[in-house]
T-cell receptor, first 116, second 114 residues
Framework: GNSVTQMEGPVTLSEEAFLTINCTYT??????LFWYVQYPGEGLQLLLK?????DKGSNKGFEATYRKETTSFHLEKGSVQVSDSAVYFC???????????????FGTGTKLQVIP | DAGVTQSPTHLIKTRGQQVTLRCSPK?????VSWYQQALGQGPQFIFQ???????QRGNFPDRFSGHQFPNYSSELNVNALLLGDSALYLC?????????????FGPGTRLTVL
């Protein structure tokens, strides 16, 4: 079946540090890949996505590139801020393309804490 | 434009009871998915509804059932509650035919089973 593996947290960084959160996946076919973010007490928000190999998703200074050869979708940001403190989930969507009924498989999440 | 809404926000039940959670999708969306998120874990897919029918199901027992109404809103029902059912239940809506299936999530319902 489909699965997503992401690096365990928590990750603690100083403000303006470089961020990398690793994510690898296992899936049949050609999944779409996502990063979601969950701020304390809130639901999940889509941060960025990529729908085919070599696509780069980007949003709010975050980037991730769909690497089919290494089945990876690592999240990066050049300079983190305190407001980036949250839990980050890597996810994939793959399923019945002909019917369009796709379900999302999530990783376990990586908690990021940014200190001033 | 209202996003995905869920009710109630919090719920406390005892073992053996039954519970119903409700979800209204984002305007224009026709597909609703439900997820269970245990503390410190990623969301686990329960099932997905489209055109008032269950279209896909995750690895959850039959105690978990759902319904979708003609206005696309949805309910999640859990019977014979167990302590292990305590979790955050997330509803997500999407457009079935959108490439990449971007899902928009509600804030969740926190269920505590005592």
């Amino acid at each position: 079946g489909n699965s997503v593996t992401q690096m365990e947290g928590p990750v603690t960084l100083s403000e303006e540090a470089f961020l990398t959160i690793n994510c690898t996946y296992t899936a049949t076919g050609y999944p779409s890949l996502f990063w979601y973010v969950q701020y304390p007490g809130e639901g999940l928000q889509l941060l960025l996505k990529a729908t085919k190999a070599d696509d780069k998703g980007s949003n709010k200074g975050f980037e991730a590139t769909y690497r089919k050869e290494t089945t990876s979708f690592h999240l990066e940001k050049g300079s983190v801020q305190v407001s980036d403190s949250a839990v980050y989930f890597c996810a994939l969507s793959a399923g019945h393309y002909s019917g369009g009924y796709q379900k999302v498989t999530f990783g376990t999440g990586t908690k990021l804490q940014v200190i001033p | 434009d209202a996003g995905v809404t869920q009710s109630p926000t919090h719920l406390i039940k005892t073992r053996g009871q039954q519970v119903t959670l409700r979800c209204s999708p984002k305007s224009g969306h026709d597909t609703v998915s439900w997820y269970q998120q245990a503390l410190g874990q990623g969301p686990q897919f329960i099932f997905q509804y489209y055109e008032e029918e269950e279209r896909q199901r995750g690895n959850f027992p039959d105690r978990f059932s759902g319904h979708q109404f003609p206005n696309y809103s949805s309910e999640l029902n859990v019977n014979a509650l167990l302590l292990g059912d305590s979790a955050l239940y997330l509803c997500a809506s999407s457009l079935r035919l959108v490439q990449g299936n971007e899902q928009f999530f509600g804030p969740g319902t926190r269920l505590t089973v005592l």
